[in-house]
């Protein structure tokens, strides 16, 4: 137990920007160094988590905390993602409110949101490559960006299709 929360508490407190961000580092510690999953299993771990309603990391720590030890392995890789955002949140909005207008501060988080960007392209492109995503199916993630961010299309119902038509794809294929 103590290794699901020590493992998912050192993946929030080392990574910026969200559930995309730590996907580097959860690879890293999920797959290459502990092995508790396969690089295929991590893929659809992380398929998963994007798919369920709730917070990516979150949803990933519960899945692998559920694999390793059931329900309190969740509880515990739940905290564990969960809790050094928590009290970094809390520490930032207690001391935040006096350091708000200084324009060192500023800086600082203007100069943050580019690492963060590339911390969260590099794990889409691995995600991508690992998928099999290549010249000849790059239009699907392309085209459902263009969905929910120009069509104003709900991810929800992108999310609909996809399982459907996911579904419709491995029936029809096994008949053949």
């Given at each position: ?73 969740s509880i515990c890789a ?99």
């Open positions: 137990m103590f290794s699901l929360f020590y493992t998912f508490a050192k993946i929030g407190l080392f990574t910026l920007g969200g559930g995309y961000a730590m996907l580097p580092l959860m690879e890293q510690e999920l797959v290459n160094k502990r092995g508790w999953l396969t690089r295929p299993d991590f893929l659809d771990t992380v398929a998963i988590a994007q798919a369920a309603p709730g917070i990516m990391a979150i949803n990933v720590a519960i899945l692998v905390g559920y694999k390793r030890a059931r329900t309190r392995g739940a905290l564990g993602a969960a809790l050094p955002s928590f009290i970094i949140i809390l520490l930032i909005a207690v001391f935040f409110q006096n350091y708000q207008q200084n324009p060192v501060v500023n800086r600082i988080f203007k100069g943050v949101r580019p690492a963060v960007v590339a911390l969260i392209a590099v794990p889409v492109f691995r995600l991508a490559r690992a998928a099999n995503i290549g010249w000849k199916t790059v239009w699907v993630p392309i085209g459902v960006a263009c969905l929910v961010w120009l069509g104003h299309v709900s991810p929800v119902y992108v999310v609909l299709a996809a399982g459907i038509g996911g579904y419709w794809y491995a029936v029809n294929r096994r008949a053949q």
